[in-house]
């Protein structure tokens, strides 16, 4: 009964007992003295909602791996996904940003001081989840953070940096997105009792989706809709150099690669179209999508080595989505 329920479960199903498994943990949280302060504080950003792509990625990973039942992976999949929150409620201090997954931000609410202690309170929870899962899970999960926090620091330096490469870009990405796809998809293989060839296959399924889906993340900044849960542009705002923009500043020449250079430096929500009518000149555009493309089609290789499986299959869909997606 149970594989014939895996076999019809659709990504909607998988979504779904990840979010009724963090409920229930967050509500054992609030229930001790010792949770409750920080919780109560955490828990809106939390369940909020979001894609989730991180836990299912995790929950794929195992079911794709040979792992049997969804119980022996969900403490990991909830772990990737405080860690992932606990990031985001740090990015929105800094960033000064004031909406978070169509909410308000806690900074916004609670004020700095709590919202740092509610990050730092996510990712020891999201730590102490994943560490009941032995001690190669714990280096991987480390290396992963450590490696989070240098792309951190090394998008800071980039700030706003019109020399910035694409080599620098895709090392920033690689550590704040890349590598934690690839890192809870490998992880929870692992769990599964999976060989290296398989551990190793679904580390770089995740890898090349998430540069993919990073890609997307820029491309929507400046040319999706409100329902992205941030305004237009706030990467711009934040001078972050996302791909689009390294692109034109390398392709464009004179006063168009001028003015791009001041649209960037001293952006203003009035000045979007102005950037897009330049990007859309360089190209930036469809080299994005077309860089996009390939890393999904390169993911779609990776899985290739994976069992026929119900998960093979959401994990192809998965890569099939973030062609097309829009928020």
């Known amino acids: 009964m149970g594989v014939l329920k895996d076999q019809s479960r659709t990504l909607e199903s998988y979504k779904d007992i990840f979010e009724d498994s963090l409920e229930q943990m967050v509500l054992q949280r609030m229930s001790s003295n010792a949770d409750r302060p920080a919780m109560s504080i955490a828990k809106d950003v939390l369940l909020a909602g979001g894609k ?3 836990p299912i990625m995790s929950m794929l990973g195992f079911k794709a791996a040979g792992g049997g039942d969804l119980a022996e ?10 860690l992932h929150t606990a990031t985001l409620v740090h990015d929105d201090v800094y960033d000064q940003a004031k909406i978070r997954r169509g909410k308000p931000t806690i900074h916004m609410t609670h004020g700095i001081s709590h919202a740092i202690i509610a990050g730092d309170y996510l990712f020891a929870l999201g730590y102490e989840m994943g560490s009941r899962f032995g001690s190669e899970i714990i280096d991987r999960v480390g290396a992963s953070c450590s490696r989070m926090a240098s792309s951190e620091i090394l998008q800071f330096k980039h700030i706003n940096d019109l020399s910035t490469r694409p ?32 551990v ?5 399924f995740g890898m090349e989706i998430g540069r993919a889906f990073q890609l997307v993340d820029d491309l929507l900044d400046i040319i999706g809709d409100e329902g992205i849960g941030k305004p237009r542009g706030t ?16 392709m464009l020449r004179g006063t168009e690669r001028a003015e791009l250079a001041d649209v960037v430096t001293n952006f203003s929500d009035e000045r979007l179209e102005e950037l897009t009518r330049l990007l859309e000149k ?4 469809e080299y994005t999508r077309l860089l996009i493309s390939n890393h999904i089609d390169r993911a779609l290789e990776h899985s290739e080595v994976l069992p026929e499986t119900n998960a093979k299959l959401l994990l192809i869909e998965i890569a099939e989505l973030s062609r097309s997606r829009t928020s």
Request: proline share 3%.
């Open 167 to 198: 080599e620098d870009y895709y090392d920033i990405i690689d550590g704040k997105t890349a590598g934690p796809f690839a890192t809870g998809g490998s992880s929870a293989a692992i769990i599964a009792g999976a060989d290296r060839e398989i």
């Open 52 to 54: 989730r792509y991180r």
């Open 282 to 285: 360089a190209g930036s555009f």
């Open 73 to 82: 992976i969900i403490d990991f999949a909830i772990s990737a996904e405080l």
């Open 235 to 250: 990467d711009v705002h934040e001078g972050k150099m996302t791909l689009p923009i390294i692109y034109a500043l390398t």
């Open 200 to 204: 190793d296959s679904v580390w770089g």
